[in-house]
């Protein structure tokens, strides 16, 4: 009987030094589960603040190809014989070959590759945010960096410029202020002009047809984000 008694009292200290650890080990559990939500939120937060400013640069790009455009139209009355407003002349000059850079605030992609990619406990939510940014914003980069015909300055000015110059006038400043009315240009140079701003127009309604694509997957994806915080 005295050893039934010693046995109950070591299976009862036995049983809540049990229950004892299970529960830290719990506590713990949830401890850091709270702190992996809440650094998943804080990468979350971080990666939507850097979306909202990616908008702004896909704007200030995509405002610069629609001059881009403008200016082909431009360039292209002029060279028909076509009355045009002179005061745009050096605007629609230096737009008509400028070229743009891909810029992404990546700090909080690059925080998140740093803790795992699976820190992001939602597939579809992580499938997303790795797409944007490792095929949306790397094609983004090459159209604007690395896609030959989309170097427009470095394959169309010289020729344009030295076509195009002897008809400009310029102020005491330097400032282009006039051009020939009709220009002074032979049959060929015609010719070479109104095919190279062809193919300039072309490649940048091209390069933002995808720049409103990519601008339509971040604004999805800064949806789905809020979502996730607010969940």
């Known amino acids: 009987m005295k050893e ?6 070591y299976g009862l200290e036995f049983l809540s030094i049990f229950i004892a650890v299970i529960s830290a080990f719990a506590l713990n559990n949830w401890n850091e589960n709270r702190r992996d939500d809440k650094a998943e939120n804080k990468i979350l937060a971080e990666i939507s603040n850097g979306l909202k400013k990616d908008i702004e640069d896909i704007k200030v790009n995509a405002n610069g190809h629609e001059l881009g ?9 002029i060279i028909q014989g076509e009355e045009v407003d002179q005061d745009s002349l050096q605007l ?25 990619l699976e820190f992001i406990e939602d597939d579809s ?21 690395g896609y030959e015909e989309a170097q427009f300055h470095k394959n169309y000015y010289q020729e344009l410029s030295h076509i195009l110059a002897p008809n400009f006038t310029f102020d005491e400043r330097g400032n282009m202020i006039a051009i020939k009315s009709p ?8 010719k070479i ?3 190279h701003l062809l193919k300039i127009q072309i490649n940048r309604k091209f390069i933002m047809l995808f720049y409103e694509k990519v601008k339509g997957n971040i604004n ?12």
């Open 4 to 9: 039934l008694k010693t046995w109950k009292r």
């Open 69 to 77: 455009i403008a200016a082909c139209k431009y360039w292209r009355r």
């Open 92 to 116: 629609y000059y230096v737009g008509l070959t400028r070229d743009f850079t891909s810029l992404q605030n990546a700090s909080g992609y690059e925080t998140l590759k740093s803790k795992g």
């Open 125 to 145: 939510l992580r499938f997303k945010i790795i797409s944007l940014y490792e095929y949306d914003y790397y094609t983004l980069k090459k159209l604007e960096e």
């Open 183 to 190: 220009i002074a240009i032979s049959e060929e140079e015609k």
């Open 193 to 195: 002009l109104m095919s």
């Open 220 to 231: 999805a994806l800064r949806k789905e984000i809020k979502a996730e915080l607010d969940g």
